[in-house]
């Protein structure tokens, strides 16, 4: 580990290798967000725009990361997101983050597009994994797959709100990428160009959508996707949760909640908890950065509602940053896509000990003991604090 730290201090070291390791449809699949990328760029600036106060002679401070959110202990406020496809970016990449995640005790959450299904990620995340669900047209099958999810050990249910029609992805429209990949001469000489990738790609198989598939085996494959596509974004509307609440008796947290009347919505509706999120910069590239409606949201549902945070995360100073400006928890996505890729499993371990030490770190500056003190560290915009008298 302490050799793979000097080769990859942080994430974009990672980054870094990632992207001369994997193919270019597999990278702009990884990368892309939609439209210019505007959505990207302004989670990553207005995340660097927040500041937080360092504070001196705090004397001898016992830090613990450790934190509890919808009644789980997990050892760090951070987790793994869902990514839809993670076996295309590394071969069994699914399991490889469930099994960092029981080790490191931290959630991961499976989508219900990965590449793995829930009977074979939940023994391996030992009770660390939330399962991510798109609600579905065929209330036959949401039933089916909600069912199998909770029988293979996934207590919470993440619910993706954001997409009520797949967005444009013109990045990864121009590399040729598609879902299964198909043999064309263009991604052949891709594969050729990047054998690590393609060895790692044969020793595990071409990646499908497995929890779904077996739904449309009668659909032709040229077909398939298209029909898995319009059953998963049937643009639900809000007495959704209650026809998911019906047959989940688990936790429900919505993810992809960028307004305030959304949010209290979601709190009205019965929802345990929000997850607030722009999905990465990749729905709607007009789309405010996630941090930058965060302390409103916060606002909206008062102190005590859970909120988990992504979008733009990369450093345990980022992770610092959602905390004190309203969040429970902080998830990220492409940092662990980047670290998978970079080296598989070993990276991945390294991914979860650079954004602790990152964190542990930034906590010491500002006196910090917990994640919950992290508030008052925020450096208030210039305008919101109270005048002081001199
Ligand atoms: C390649 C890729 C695939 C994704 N697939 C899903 C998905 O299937 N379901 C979902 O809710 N979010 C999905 N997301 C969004 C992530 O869960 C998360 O919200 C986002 O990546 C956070 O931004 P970050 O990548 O800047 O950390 C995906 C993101 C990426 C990059």
Same mark, same amino acid.
Request: aromatic share 6%; charged share 20%.
């Given at each position: ?87 295309? &970016? ?50 036959? &099958? ?131 908890? &929000? ?43 980022? &992770? ?71």
């Amino acid at each position: 580990m302490a050799e793979l730290i000097s080769s990859f201090p942080a994430i974009s070291d990672l980054r870094a290798k990632a992207r001369r390791r994997l193919p270019l449809f597999a990278r702009e699949f990884m990368e892309a967000g939609t439209g210019l990328d505007h959505a990207v760029e302004r989670n990553a600036a207005d995340l660097a725009g927040v500041q937080l106060s360092p504070r001196a002679m705090r004397g001898p401070v016992t830090r613990d990361l450790s934190t509890s959110f919808l009644g789980q202990d997990f050892s760090v406020p951070f987790g793994i997101a869902p990514v839809g496809g993670t076996g295309m &970016i590394w071969p069994g990449g699914e399991k490889v983050l469930a099994g960092i995640a029981a080790e490191s005790n931290l959630p991961y959450t499976l989508a219900s597009v990965a590449t793995q299904t829930p009977e074979t990620i939940g023994p391996i995340a030992r009770g660390r994994g939330w399962f991510q669900f798109y609600p579905m047209a065929d209330k036959e &099958i949401q039933k089916d797959v909600l069912s199998r999810a909770h029988g293979a050990g996934f207590e919470t249910l993440v619910v993706t709100v954001d997409v009520p029609m797949m967005s444009r992805r013109e990045r990864q429209m121009r590399a040729g990428f598609q879902m299964p990949p198909r043999l064309t001469p263009r991604m052949l000489l891709q594969a050729l160009l990047h054998p690590s990738w393609t060895r790692a790609v044969l020793q595990v198989g071409r990646p499908e959508l497995a929890t779904l598939t077996p739904y449309f085996a009668d659909v032709a494959a040229a077909e398939r996707m298209a029909e898995i596509g319009r059953q998963l974004h049937p643009e639900p509307a809000w007495s959704e949760v209650e026809c998911i609440r019906a047959i989940w008796p688990g936790k429900i947290i919505l993810k992809g909640i960028m307004q305030c009347d959304d949010a209290r919505m979601a709190v009205a509706e019965g929802a345990d908890a &929000i997850w607030v999120s722009n999905h990465g910069g990749r729905q709607l590239d007009a789309a405010p950065s996630s941090i930058s409606v965060l302390p409103g949201i916060r606002g909206a549902v008062g102190k005590d509602f859970p909120i988990i945070f992504d979008s733009g995360v990369r450093s345990g100073l980022d &992770i610092a940053r959602g905390l004190a400006s309203g969040a429970d928890f902080v998830m990220l996505g492409r940092p662990f896509l980047y670290a998978l890729a970079a080296g598989g499993h070993d990276t991945a371990q390294l991914c979860v000990r650079i954004l602790r030490d990152e964190l542990e770190n930034v906590m010491a500056q500002v006196g910090a003991e917990r994640p919950a003190d992290l508030p008052l560290a925020l450096v208030k915009p210039k305008g919101t604090e109270i005048a002081q008298v001199a």
